[in-house]
């Protein structure tokens, strides 16, 4: 049976996400899309020739009768209204990070979702299913390298748009790391700080770029994580993780290695989309195949709600520049892994 997806949100990963669920992945076809730019909703069916019905509301998406799973990639402040109502209408949910603006948002959503008795909200944070995680935490979860004692982290992205402001480093984009150092170390926050280096001269006025965040987590392990985002070079994560017996590194995206000018040269992306491509195809492949089988098994409202928590103390640590303790209720029994 083919799964009947609806999408909130037709900008440019809700664009990626109708493309690879219509054309890439097996098992669901788009049937609704909506967007508050009606016309980008309207192009985003047309150009990829599908015969989804376009819907102004979001809402009329939700409760759609024929549409049996959302997915919410409109803009972050709207993420909790949409997986809120997805869920009062019993049905799955995939939304982009951040599932809310706050941990006390994130947790409205647990509570609705447990008050269901089922898990239906599956958490965009893709790097999990990236390949080069995965490697990494393997070789963690063997003991390769020994106890972890440090990681050192980078998440650089080209430019931002002017909009882009100094918290949004926290809750639009170090969100990922939140989510995906967690799931490597097995392990939460006990502690951050933020500090400011020098500020690009790239950066916009409500911008302070780049900022380092540091974690201490309950075992003690110690991360750094540059959050770049102005770095003008290209789309560049990088994650090292030091332990007793040897290092780690995430492996950079493949490149053809060129020797020319009396030079040699790899290329670096530029963009997100490129850069996890083949982690969103298989995270939303995982969730097309476990909401069939009637059975959620990706980043939960509960990793949501932990990365919010997280993200919650970064941003009072970004105004008091001391550090702050990051307090994490104990996991329900609905979540256990
Ligand atoms: N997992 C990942 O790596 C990525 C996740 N994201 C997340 O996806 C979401 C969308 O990001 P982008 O596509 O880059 O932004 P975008 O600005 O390109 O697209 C967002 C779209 O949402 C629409 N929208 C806003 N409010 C709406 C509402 N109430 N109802 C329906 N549509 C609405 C906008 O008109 C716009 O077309 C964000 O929450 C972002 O954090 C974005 C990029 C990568
Ligand atoms: O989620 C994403 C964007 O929304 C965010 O703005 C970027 O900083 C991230 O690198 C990208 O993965």
Not at 105 to 132: N, T, W
Not at 213 to 239: M, P, S, W
Not at 280 to 292: C, R
Request: aromatic letters at 8%.
């Amino acid at each position: 049976m083919t799964l009947k997806l609806g999408v909130i949100g037709s900008g440019a990963i809700g664009r990626e996400h109708i493309r690879r669920c219509s054309k890439v992945l097996q098992g669901a076809e788009v049937v609704a899309v909506s967007d508050i730019n009606l016309e980008g909703a309207r192009n985003a069916v047309e150009s990829l020739g599908l015969k989804a019905e376009v819907y102004a509301n979001g809402m009329d998406v939700i409760n759609a009768p024929n549409v049996e799973a959302i997915l919410v990639t409109s803009w972050d402040p709207t993420h909790e209204e949409f997986t809120l109502a997805a869920v009062a209408a019993g049905k799955y949910v995939f939304c982009e990070k951040p599932l809310a603006m706050s941990a006390e948002g994130c947790h409205r959503i647990v509570e609705a979702e447990i008050a269901q008795g089922k898990r239906l909200v599956q958490v965009g944070f893709m790097r999990p299913y990236d390949s080069g995680y995965r490697a990494l935490k393997k070789v963690i979860d063997d003991g390769d390298i020994g106890e972890v004692l440090m990681l050192h982290c980078a998440h650089r992205n080209q430019s931002v748009a002017e909009n882009y402001t100094t918290d949004m480093a926290i809750t639009n984009t170090l969100i990922h790391e939140l989510d995906v150092l967690r799931w490597l170390t097995d392990d939460d926050y006990k502690t951050v700080q933020v500090v400011y280096p020098r500020t690009t001269s790239k950066a916009h006025a409500k911008l302070k770029d780049p900022q380092v965040v540091l974690f201490e987590t309950h075992k003690g392990i110690r991360i750094d994580v540059e959050i770049f985002v102005n770095c003008a070079y290209g789309y560049d994560i990088q994650c090292e993780v030091v332990g007793e017996e040897g290092i780690a590194r995430l492996p950079e995206p493949s490149s053809i290695q060129l020797r020319k000018d009396a030079r040699l040269a790899n290329t670096i992306l530029t963009d997100w989309k490129d850069r996890f491509i083949d982690a969103y195809d298989v995270e939303l492949q995982a969730f097309i195949n476990d909401v069939k089988a009637d059975r959620l098994t990706g980043p939960s409202a509960w990793d949501g709600f932990a990365a919010s928590v997280a993200a919650d103390a970064c941003l009072k640590a970004q105004q008091s520049a001391a550090i702050e303790p990051v307090s994490m209720p104990p996991r329900p029994a609905f979540y256990s892994r």
